[in-house]
């Protein structure tokens, strides 16, 4: 069983920075994509940044309009491990960010770790 384990949140004030980590157990095989989500209270989760396959072994970013310019997504293979760098950030980025990583048969995710960003 693959386990995903975040690190890396916090409390910061708005315009401060946060960098969250993101190591599975062992290596997945086949992944389809794998990034960042988060969910505030109250509302639905959401898509925040992500690798999509693309084919062998090239990966596509994606970003929620509402992070472009501010998260960047990076990915270490070698440490089975993406993290999210997290500038400027704003109270409205408040939430519990997960990891996934979604195969062709599985869809695994992180236990969350909670961002709390002060006005």
């Known amino acids: 069983q693959v386990q995903l384990v975040e690190s890396g949140g916090g409390l910061v004030q708005a315009g401060g920075s946060l960098r969250l980590s993101c190591a599975a157990s062992r290596t997945i095989f086949g992944i389809r994509a794998k990034g960042w989500y988060r969910q505030a209270p109250g509302k639905q989760r959401e898509l925040v940044a992500r690798?999509?396959?693309?084919?062998?072994?090239?990966?596509?970013?994606n970003y929620a309009d509402s992070v472009k310019g501010r998260f960047t997504i990076s990915n270490d293979n070698a440490k089975n491990t993406i993290y999210l760098q997290m500038n400027n950030l704003k109270p409205e980025d408040t939430a519990v960010y997960y990891c996934n990583t979604a195969t062709r048969v599985m869809d695994y995710w992180g236990q969350g770790t909670q961002v709390t960003v002060s006005s």
């Open positions: 690798f999509v396959s693309s084919g062998n072994t090239n990966y596509a970013e």
